[in-house]
């Protein structure tokens, strides 16, 4: 157990400073796609340390999009201003580990069960990074 644990912390943190950018189009200009959305993010974009395709492609045939940035700060700050994407119809997220993955997609399915059986005052909240189902009537 202490094994599993300690791997997991270890991946955490391996994780840290990467963002995951879905949606981006594929091209021999993957910088130049980086450079430009993050732009859009921010009016000091941090500097790109490495960014590599993973996973299968989607419907769109992009594949998502591993950006490593110097710091933990510039993730955080990037996933601040995500909104600003959005009519862009490029997702970011934060590099989750699968264990973390699971979590969010069991969170995430139980709002959405629990929204369509009437529940309409619920809202994801996210507190230290763990997601969990709120009511919006709470500050």
């Not at 270890?10 to 981006?24: C, E």
């Not at 490593?68 to 994407?85: A, G, I, P, Y």
């Not at 699968?98 to 529940?119: M, Y």
């Amino acid at each position: 157990v202490q094994d599993t644990i300690w791997h997991e912390l270890h991946d955490r943190h391996n994780r840290a400073n990467n963002i995951m950018f879905f949606n981006v189009p594929e091209s021999d200009d993957d910088p130049g796609e980086i450079a430009s959305i993050l732009n859009i993010l921010s009016n000091n974009p941090p500097e790109i340390v490495h960014h590599t395709r993973v996973g299968k492609k989607n419907a769109r045939g992009a594949r998502a999009l591993k950006v490593t940035l110097r710091t933990n700060n510039e993730v955080h700050s990037l996933m601040r201003c995500r909104k600003k994407l959005k009519s862009k119809n490029i997702y970011i997220n934060l590099d989750l580990t699968p264990k973390q993955q699971q979590l969010e997609k069991e969170v995430w399915s139980e709002w959405k069960n629990r929204k369509s059986t009437g529940e309409i005052v619920i809202r994801v909240k996210y507190s230290k990074g763990i997601p969990q189902i709120v009511s919006d009537l709470e500050n």
